[in-house]
Structure formats: structure tokens, C-alpha cells
């Protein structure tokens, strides 16, 4: 083949290869959970806009990965047959069909991971029969993966309704560069018809006057920042992004949306495993850094645990705190349960911070118990001294 003519459709590139590591690891960390958990009765992966699912190179795409993760997690629990559906659309009918040929020739079980369905249809299709379907009963968990060809199809209301089939989450690619350099124009007064569509999906998230409308240059992380922030509907979803740069001038994100706590953990903690020395996000190897590249991951990781420290000792100061509290605290602020616990069994060696029985009132003798964790109840409670 010449390389040349090698697009991204043929060639896996790094930041597409990023941005699938990071669906499968979700897939793992989640599926893990729910194939043992009671409140799962079924499980549906949708994976909207599927692509071919394998590149020239022979590089496996979300589909593929998502089928292998569905294959290794029956292996690693094989007690456990709860039932998993794969739905892999795409519009493009030859995606499809290459996709289907790909995992038809698998070498088949006695018992299949999970059911495949294949269709060829656009999203609002997709969404209107979802809503007829009875997926949106307890104990039906949705899994979403929207790998869009732009925004157009991907307003408020489609996610929106998304969250709210069932118990539902999903993982969002968005394209933020490009619509970072046509925000500006798309809020001008001489605005084509082509930038209408960015408009509207701007102006379903943000107010008359937020600085993403009113027509000033932002800067790619705050643009990334704004987004993950209105993606929460003001509190009413737990939403975070992980950038992934495409090239120099090109950045893209994906971004996670859930309306429980826990599974933001989770989210979060697989962002942490794959931080580099520019922090939360995927970046292409910094060829100056060289031999200090991970001297630079561990200063920045540094930096970011100092700006917990700080955080969490102002909230402590402001009144006493329980472990629940700080729970909810640190994981809303970015950060996981060990990263607090390890800031306060620093303050409390140096005895700075009591640590006593929400019972009793009487101070705990082991210093390494915070029970600062999702399902733990108020036990304990933090007082600064």
C-alpha cells in the first residue's frame, strides 16, 4: 500500500489506539463488577457509530475490543452466566458487514460470551427503539459507547435521554479542537449554515453569556473543562474527560457520563493508571523529555496530590467532617479514596487531625483505619487540631 494514501480509516492511528485502550479497560473494570452484582439483571454495550472494527494494519477497533473484554471476563468469572448483549451499529453497511464476517469466524464455544446484534441505522433510529423496548426496566444496565462522525446527532436531549434508560452510562468522543476553532465563529453575526450545528449543541449547554458564547477565544483546556462541567446538567450526572491529542494542533476527549458515584470512581481510577507527565489525558511521547520523562510524570502527580492536600484541609477546617463526607470530597474533586487516606494518616501522625467514633466520640486506636470508601456509612469523624 502506498503510505501516502493511508488515511486513519485504514491505519489504526496512536490517538484512535488510545482512545479504544481506554474503552476496553472501562469495559474490563465494569463488566468485572457487574456480572456478580444482584442489581444487574441483563447487560446491553452499544457501541453506536462501530466502524470497521479492524484496520489495514490488522489493529482491532471498539467493536473487536469490546467482544475480546465480554471473551476474558467469562473466562476470569466462570461462575457467573448472566446475560450480555453487544449491539454494533453503523450507518455505513459495509462497516457492518466487515465486522460481522470478523467475529462470525471466531472459533466458537459451547456456550457463546454474549449475543451479538448487528444494525445498520442512525442513532435517533436507535434511541426511538430503546425507548419502546423494555431496556430501560430495574436491573437492565446500559453501556454506551458514541464514537460520532462529528456532533450533529449528539444533542442534549439524546443524551439526556440516554442516562436516563435504565441504569445507564456512557463514553463520548468529541472532536474539541475542530469545534474549539469554530465556536467563535459559529456565535458571530455572520454565521453559515454549516456552523448551525455547533451552535445548537453549544447553546443547549451553556447560558446567554458564558464565555463559550460569547465569542472569545478559550483556551483548549478550559474549552475541554466547560464541556465536562455542562455534560453534568448541574450536578444531576457525574461527568470527566480524558483528552487525547491527535497532533500538535489537535486535540480530542472522551467523555464519561454516570449518574452514580461509584462507577465515577472507577472512571477515575483508570485515569490515574494512565496519567503521563502532562497529567490526566493521552499525549504522543515528548522526544525532548527523554530520560526525565518519568520524573516529570512523578512531579506533576506530585503537584496534583499537593492540590488535594490543600483542598482537603481547607474543607476539614471549615467543620467536622465524616468519612462519608470526605468520600464524596475527594472523588468529586478528581481524586481516589487512597489518595485522601494517605494525606490524612500524614496529618494524623503529625497530630494534626483527631480521628474518633461517630459513637462513642472517643478517638479510634488504629491509625490506619479512615473507612473512606463507597459503600461505608458515617463510622467515623475528622476534626482538625
Known amino acids: 500500500m502506498d503510505k501516502t494514501k493511508i488515511s486513519a480509516k485504514d491505519v489504526m492511528k496512536p490517538h484512535s489506539e488510545a482512545k479504544v485502550l481506554f474503552y476496553q479497560k472501562y469495559l474490563d473494570i465494569k463488566l468485572m463488577i457487574l ?11 452499544y457501541d453506536l457509530f462501530c466502524g470497521r472494527g479492524i484496520y489495514a494494519d490488522g489493529k482491532k477497533g471498539s ?21 450480555i448483549y453487544l449491539h454494533l451499529n453503523d450507518r455505513n453497511r ?48 446500559n453501556v454506551f459507547f458514541i464514537d460520532p462522525y462529528g456532533y450533529k446527532q449528539i444533542s442534549r436531549k439524546f443524551l439526556e435521554y440516554l442516562l436516563r434508560l435504565g441504569s445507564s452510562e456512557i463514553l463520548l468522543f468529541l472532536p474539541v479542537s475542530f469545534m474549539q476553532r469554530f465556536t467563535k465563529h459559529a456565535f458571530s453575526k455572520d454565521v453559515t449554515p454549516g456552523s448551525l450545528p455547533l451552535r445548537h449543541f453549544i ?37 470527566t474527560a480524558y483528552p487525547i491529542e491527535r497532533n500538535e494542533h489537535n486535540l480530542f476527549a472522551l467523555f464519561f457520563f454516570s449518574r452514580h458515584i461509584f462507577s465515577y470512581e472507577k472512571i477515575l481510577d483508570i485515569k490515574w493508571k494512565m496519567i503521563d507527565q502532562w497529567g490526566f489525558g493521552f499525549h504522543l511521547p515528548d522526544e525532548q523529555a527523554g530520560l526525565f520523562e518519568e520524573q516529570f510524570k512523578a512531579d506533576r502527580i506530585a503537584e496534583m496530590l499537593e492540590q488535594l492536600r490543600v483542598a482537603l484541609v481547607s474543607y476539614l477546617a471549615q467543620k467536622v467532617r465524616t468519612n462519608k463526607d470526605i468520600y464524596d470530597f475527594t472523588v468529586r474533586h478528581g481524586y481516589l479514596p487512597k ?47
Open 339 to 385: 489518595h485522601a487516606k494517605a494525606i490524612l494518616r500524614d496529618m494524623r501522625n503529625n497530630n494534626q487531625l483527631s480521628v474518633m467514633d461517630i459513637m462513642t466520640q472517643e478517638e479510634i486506636s488504629n491509625k490506619n483505619r479512615f473507612d473512606i470508601e463507597y459503600k461505608k456509612e458515617a463510622t467515623l469523624i475528622y476534626k482538625i487540631l
Open 63 to 83: 467493536p473487536i475490543r469490546a467482544y475480546e473484554t465480554i471473551c476474558n471476563v467469562r473466562h476470569k468469572r466462570p461462575g457467573y452466566d448472566k446475560p
Open 203 to 239: 447553546s443547549d449547554y451553556f447560558p446567554e453569556g458564558h464565555p463559550m458564547r460569547t465569542g472569545h477565544t478559550i483556551d483548549i483546556g478550559h474549552y475541554v473543562d466547560y464541556l465536562a462541567e455542562a455534560f453534568s446538567c448541574g450536578g444531576q450526572f457525574f461527568t
Open 35 to 45: 456480572v456478580c452484582a444482584h442489581f444487574a439483571r441483563e447487560i446491553h454495550i
Open 94 to 141: 459495509r462497516c457492518i458487514e466487515k465486522v460481522r464476517g470478523y467475529i462470525e469466524a471466531l472459533p466458537k464455544s459451547d456456550t457463546p460470551p454474549c449475543n451479538v446484534e448487528y444494525t445498520n441505522m442512525d442513532a435517533t433510529s436507535i434511541l426511538m427503539q430503546l425507548g419502546n423496548s423494555g431496556k430501560t426496566k430495574k436491573g437492565i444496565v
